[in-house]
């Protein structure tokens, strides 16, 4: 009897405890009744993007990760801000934090907590202004050139895709498009299925997210984003609103 109740002891333990080759990560939020974060790894921890259900303000999540090698876990937020912090399989991370005060999160159980980039003050994006010098965005050789940075995993994805689609048909020989992609899923198909036109829709994609460099360099704080740039390579126009910050002025390219 007694054996009996010790084996009983130590699977309660081993279920209601962080496992060996599991990370396990577990929040609190006040404010914050009900939500959707994701989760993803840059490095290889998780194999996708996965979902934080926040439900009465918790959430209780698990997932297989190797427990010999540290890995980053990135946690996005609503309002696109994130959290970061190592850990590796077998640890059991706690997150306390209030919606009203994110990036002051107490986190618990991880190896570190990776402090936020330092955000700009000001966009160095301005109208007739150049991009600044990347090895990034594609030479366009004196047409127009769409840059359109967005994601799989932001809503209204499909209609940018679909503005774009119908501003090539209208000048085919005028416009070449380029589509920065923040997914984090090295699986992730970056490029729209729907487009067979590899010569004027190229792409790119770092698994980096939020966490691009690039991103942090040109000041963009949210997707879908749009860059219009005319032959000379200066912008011509920019914005969230494909159709009131970039159609009108696709509308004026002469063939």
Known sequence: MRRILLI??????????PQRGKLRIRGEFQNLPQADLLLYSPDGGLMSIDTLHIVKGRFDYSAPVPHDEQFTFVIIYPNYMTLSFLARGG????IQGDALSLGKEVVEGADSVIPPS???????????GRLP???IIP???GKYLLINFWAEWKYGGASVNNYTRQALSDHRDSLHVFTYSL???????HLPKSITDSTRW???CDHLGWASPYLSRIGIRNIPY????????????????FNRDIKKEIDKIAD
């Open 139 to 141: 030479a366009h050789k």
């Open 183 to 189: 997914d984090v899923d090295p699986k992730q198909e």
């Open 133 to 135: 010098k990347n090895d």
């Open 91 to 94: 640890q059991e991370v706690n």
């Open 226 to 241: 749009h860059i219009l740039l005319d032959p000379r390579g200066r912008i011509r126009a920019m914005g969230c609103d």
């Open 202 to 204: 190229t792409y790119h």
């Open 118 to 128: 330092p955000r700009q003050g000001k966009s160095p994006l301005k109208m007739g």
């Open 8 to 17: 009983l002891i130590v699977f309660l333990f081993a279920a209601c405890g």
